[in-house]
């Protein structure tokens, strides 16, 4: 699956939706951590409206005490754009930034030759308190699948399938994962892969 191209001369507004950390094989002793941070992003469609087209983006920082925030220039610029209250240099301090709405505006740069997906050339804070907001709305009639058939075009196991099934289904709920009546998750396939491939 390939990642969207955003456009690198205009903002986007951008919600945080997903902290999490990420194994790394740095020495255990060593206090460092990666953090992935995940957002949605919405378009500026006219004055005061910001839609969602249902793409996501994500970058991944490493921070712990051996980091500090005021000699890293980029680990500075999320804390500042995220309105972080508690110091940056704490891994709990990115996970608790998910407990509320947090939004960015973001201008991205052009494609990364590894990975394909876009930089960030510009982050500050945003507000959507006066903006009408649009949400991507799923065909909830197509393209729900079943967690085998999921596993299949992820290339991976059920059982992979559905631990991440566990994590994504906290923030995303009914648009990725449905029940039928005897209790069987089905997932929806489209959002399923674009999430698995960030």
């Avoid at 110091?87 to 494609?111: A, K, N, V």
């Avoid at 050339?121 to 903006?131: A, H, Q, V």
Wanted: glycine share 6%; charged share 25%; hydrophobic share 35%.
């Amino acid at each position: 699956m390939t990642r969207y191209n955003f456009q690198t001369n205009k903002p986007y507004a951008a919600k945080l939706t997903k902290v999490s950390t990420r194994p790394i094989e740095n020495d255990p002793a060593i206090a460092l951590t990666l953090i992935r941070l995940e957002f949605k992003i919405y378009w500026v469609v006219r004055q005061s409206c910001l839609e969602s087209q249902g793409e996501i983006a994500c970058r991944e920082l490493v921070v712990g005490p051996l980091i500090p925030c005021d000699r890293d220039a980029g680990l500075l610029a999320y804390a500042q754009a995220l309105r972080m209250a508690t110091p940056p240099e704490d891994p709990g301090s990115w996970l608790h930034l998910q407990r509320g709405d947090r939004w960015i505006e973001i201008t991205f740069g052009p494609r990364e030759t590894e990975g394909s997906r876009n930089s960030f050339r510009d982050i500050r804070p945003f507000s959507p308190d006066r903006w009408s907001i649009k949400e991507y709305l799923y065909d909830r009639t197509a393209d729900w699948v079943t967690i085998a058939a999921a596993a299949d075009a992820a290339q991976v196991s059920k059982s992979t399938v559905r631990r991440r099934l566990d994590e994504l289904e906290l923030n995303w709920g009914g648009e990725l994962v449905t029940r039928t009546g005897g209790g069987q998750r089905r997932v929806y396939l489209p959002l399923f892969m674009r999430l698995w491939n960030e």
